[in-house]
């Protein structure tokens, strides 16, 4: 069964950074494109980033564009998120999951998968 595990996450002061991994399990990683999601406490669920199969194609959310950058290593059935310049408001639990590109958005269907998620908390 595909399975994805996040990790890298943790307690950061502003301004620092993390760089947090998603490693795909049961299936090649390079048949899937591969998205990061977010869910603050209080907050819905938002896209922050996706990657295509081939890691040709790739797009951010606004919030973080300039200061996230996604990768996969699809020898090592991992997918990364550095994040740098890191701010309060990134504080929330980062997930990761199995995404179709449509026009250029990271969309997930009853099918996908997701991990279980890691703490990303950005405080001083």
């Known amino acids: 069964q595909l399975q994805l595990v996040e990790s890298g996450g943790g307690l950061v002061q502003p301004g620092g950074s993390l760089r947090l991994s998603c490693v795909v399990s049961?299936?090649?990683?390079?048949?899937?494109?591969i998205g990061w999601f977010r869910q603050a406490p209080g907050k819905e669920r938002e896209e922050v980033s996706c990657?295509?199969?081939?890691?040709?194609?790739?797009n951010y959310a606004d919030s973080v564009k300039g200061r996230f950058t996604i990768a996969r290593d699809n020898a090592k059935n991992t997918v990364y998120l550095q994040m740098n310049s890191l701010k309060p408001e990134d504080t929330a639990v980062y997930y990761c999951?199995?995404?179709?590109?449509?026009?250029?958005?990271?969309?997930?269907?009853?099918?996908?998968?997701w991990g279980r998620g890691t703490q990303v908390t950005v405080s001083s």
């Open positions: 049961g299936f090649i990683l390079n048949s899937y494109a």
């Open positions: 990657i295509s199969h081939s890691g040709d194609s790739r």
């Open positions: 999951a199995t995404v179709t590109i449509v026009e250029d958005m990271c969309v997930t269907f009853g099918y996908d998968n």
